[in-house]
């Protein structure tokens, strides 16, 4: 019986990529003959796109155009290169890309642009390589060897029989042609390998030490690990209390997934917490840890997601872009400090790193852990419905107890000082007992620089950035005012710019002001500023927060990069100053904000041995959200919150969209939302959205653009894309410039 030919499968002869630009669509280009057969799915592409060459994605391969696409053949582009013989993407990554691009109402190319090192496709981050020398074999019979031969046989024995090139040159005293030498009698060999950049080359790494879980933490630990066992996409809210050990749960999940043959991967909010967690997790798992964040430089960051694609780390820490690392196999996906906004991506590509990362647990059929003391009222809802398996770490660890908050309302401060007053005598006092005890401080106020802004007494005018609509802060360092969205700087003037008046005001105090005040009334203590101002460069965030927690330091003033994650077991006084901040922001998350930064930083105070006290500076000591976070109570920040959501249409009970359409010609921005305006009224035929607008947005210019927004709330998710994506449609094809119109959907805040 003849066997039957197995037809050959015919070889594709165009591509469809997304390229890295503002537009909902792929591209298709012919494959030239010579290229067939090297294009996979997801390799980097170079192409032409108008007058330029372009890096795009390759995301379908067609042996023949598909009927649905009408070109003439003719017109079709031919690609220029394949960039990877490997794909830098893996089909998990291609899928969760798409996604997270169609959720989100983005563009598939950028989000496969955020999902690569940054700098990948230019010249800038390239392997780092070095020379080296092995012995692999032993000299022919016949030939003797040289004095500096046998001195570089020695010397490559006694290390190993593996050196490199410069040390062995350095060492054996030599010049290369003796190396050489060897090298062709085959004695030795050259060769060139990569050196892999360790961003914690050298660190210090904590003692691992050896837990007893409470009975709380194992009841948690079991569900997860029984969930693992499952084989099946499970979501768990896991709900601790600050200093309740929701960390050691995640390092025991962590190995559970390894010990089963499965990667994991842990997502933290701020950079500021990534030194903490990697080296907790080196000193664990070695070099099976690999870190992504933006702080490590590229080279580093391009080798440690080197090292994940090779899978010679099974574990990936990091930041909000650390959702798309290319872990194989993934069978756990952490989100700790959940609530924290830092996951949510401002600019295009729009994601939530959370939300994307539970999807990719679904995709990978793995269990996702979201882990927070302070829950986003969504996740909460989530739980309480039955969404997510919920889990509750009530108590701290060792039986310690919260620390105690008090209010200071100062409004009494005022009457008594007859004026505003940054530092009220009651927290002073508190420092300076404190600091008699020999434990340290930490200061949280949320606003950088020394003064928020510079008013003119004569004149009433205040001092503006050119390019939006917004105060400039003075920072005193430098004597700078600057804006803290479009980095304008100018020198700080003597004299008004509107009236020429002398008498400038400088008003509100940021952090720089604070510290300064606190290290002229406490000159003996050691006090520390962390913001982006003085942590702008490498490490220098890592060597302040080390200092501080082996006692090189008595306090820290800082923004809410000092308030999540940290555990400093000597801190027993945090104080809060000018938390009325946030409370007065136009944004329907600004009394969560509060509840949670406030629950948060008040969880940094004992944690050691001794008890913690938090005092907290208001003029609104009567608001429900300052009311339940002195409690630490979210069961019942919760409660009150819930209600407004619901009686006003907010999430989780409405889906939300932000339209907000930009132009530096407002004439021209007014044009597009108008048209936009128009187009949802159309859409939203059956009523099931709501529009609002358009308005000018809250900060009403940015980067010398105007900028207009118009709000959809949603019944349902379904009901609010048709709605949006019938819109865009409609807009575009009545001269609306989409180019203009950014879409956010589920904007964390509605600034």
């Known amino acids: 019986m003849s066997v039957p030919k197995t037809e050959k499968k015919a070889e594709p002869q165009f591509v469809e990529a997304v390229l890295p630009v503002p537009l909902r669509r792929s591209f298709t280009y012919a494959v030239p003959a010579e290229l067939r057969g090297t294009i996979k799915l997801g390799a980097r592409l170079k192409v032409p796109f108008g007058k330029r060459t372009m890096t795009g994605y390759a995301v379908k391969l067609h042996a023949e155009l598909p009927a649905d696409i009408e070109f003439d053949t003719s017109k079709i582009k031919n690609i220029i290169e394949v960039s990877d013989d490997e794909p830098l993407i893996t089909p998990e990554i291609l899928k969760l890309t798409q996604w997270t691009a169609d959720y989100y109402a983005s563009f598939w190319g950028e989000m496969l642009k955020a999902s690569l090192p940054a700098g990948i496709n230019t010249e800038k981050v390239r392997p780092k390589r070095r020379k080296a020398v092995r012995l692999v074999g032993v000299p022919a019979e016949g030939k003797a060897l040289t004095e500096q031969q046998q001195k570089i046989i020695d010397l490559l024995e006694a290390n190993g029989g593996e050196m490199l090139f410069t040390d062995v040159l350095e060492q054996a005293d030599v010049g290369a042609s003796p190396i050489n030498t060897l090298a ?82 842990m997502l933290v909010p701020e950079i500021a917490l990534t030194p903490v967690f990697s080296r907790r997790l080196r000193s664990v798992f070695g070099a099976d840890v690999a870190i992504l964040h933006s702080n490590l430089s590229p080279g580093e960051r391009y080798d440690e997601w080197r090292r994940i694609r090779r899978g010679d780390a099974r574990i990936a820490i990091g930041t909000r872009s650390a959702v798309f690392a290319p872990l194989e196999n993934i069978g756990l996906v952490i989100v700790d400090e959940e609530h924290d906004p830092s996951y949510r991506q401002h600019e295009s590509p729009f994601y939530n790193a959370r939300d994307v990362a539970v999807m990719r647990a679904h995709l990978a059929g793995a269990v996702a852990v979201l882990g927070s003391a302070t829950p986003a009222m969504e996740s909460f809802y989530n739980a309480q419905t039955g969404k997510y398996t919920y889990l509750r770490l009530p108590d701290r660890i060792g039986g310690r107890g919260l620390a105690v908050a008090e209010l200071i309302d100062m409004r009494e401060v005022f009457k008594r000082f007859g004026k505003d007053v940054a530092l009220s005598p009651e927290l002073l006092d508190a420092i300076a007992e404190t600091h008699k005890k020999g434990e340290q401080v930490m200061i949280l106020l949320n606003r950088r620089g020394f003064s928020q802004f510079v008013l003119c007494r004569t004149c009433g005018e205040t001092l503006k950035c050119p390019n939006c609509d917004i105060t400039l802060t003075f920072h005193r360092g430098d004597n700078k005012l600057l804006c803290h969205y479009c980095n ?122 001794q008890a913690g006290k938090v005092l907290i500076q208001t003029y609104y000591p009567e608001h429900y959200a300052l009311r339940h976070a002195k409690e630490q109570d979210y069961e019942g920040f919760y409660a009150e919150e819930i209600r407004f959501r619901e009686r006003l249409g907010y999430p989780p009970f409405f889906v939300l969209a932000s339209i907000l359409i930009k132009h530096r010609d407002h004439a021209y921005a007014s044009k597009s939302a108008n048209i936009l305006r128009r187009a949802f009224d159309a859409a939203n035929t059956a009523r099931h959205c709501r529009v609002l607008g358009p308005a000018p947005a809250s900060l009403s210019r940015l980067k010398n653009e105007f900028r207009l927004q118009i709000i959809l709330k949603g019944v349902s998710r379904r009901s609010l894309r048709e709605t949006l994506d019938i819109a865009l449609a409609d807009a575009e094809a009545h001269g609306c410039d989409l180019r203009t119109v950014n879409v956010e959907i589920d904007p964390v805040n509605l600034m």
């Open 488 to 609: 304008h700087r100018e020198k700080s003037p003597k004299l008004c710019p509107h009236c020429e008046s002398e008498y400038l005001y400088f008003v509100g105090e940021g952090t720089e002001n604070i510290a300064d005040q606190l290290t002229k009334k406490f000159p003996s203590m050691r006090i520390a500023r962390v913001d982006r101002d003085t942590m702008a460069h490498k490490g220098e965030m890592e060597d302040v927060l080390l200092k501080f927690a082996s006692g090189g330091l008595d306090m820290l003033v800082g923004t809410q990069m000092i308030a999540k994650g940290h555990d400093f077991p000597n801190v027993t006084l945090v104080g809060v100053i000018s938390v009325d901040i946030g409370l007065g922001l136009p944004d329907l998350r600004s009394a969560e904000r509060t509840f949670q930064l406030i629950t948060q930083v008040a969880g940094r105070a004992g944690r050691g041995e």
């Open 184 to 265: 062709k009698r085959g004695v030795v060999e050259v060769y060139v390998d990569d050196v892999m950049r360790d961003p914690l080359a050298g660190a210090k790494l904590p003692v691992k030490d050896a837990f007893t879980l409470t009975d709380e933490q194992q009841a948690a630990l079991d569900a997860i690990t029984a969930a693992l066992n499952g084989g099946e996409f499970h979501a768990f809210l896991l709900h601790g209390v600050t200093g309740s050990g929701k960390t050691e749960v995640y390092i025991r999940a962590m190995r559970y997934a390894l010990d089963t043959g499965r990667s994991a991967m």
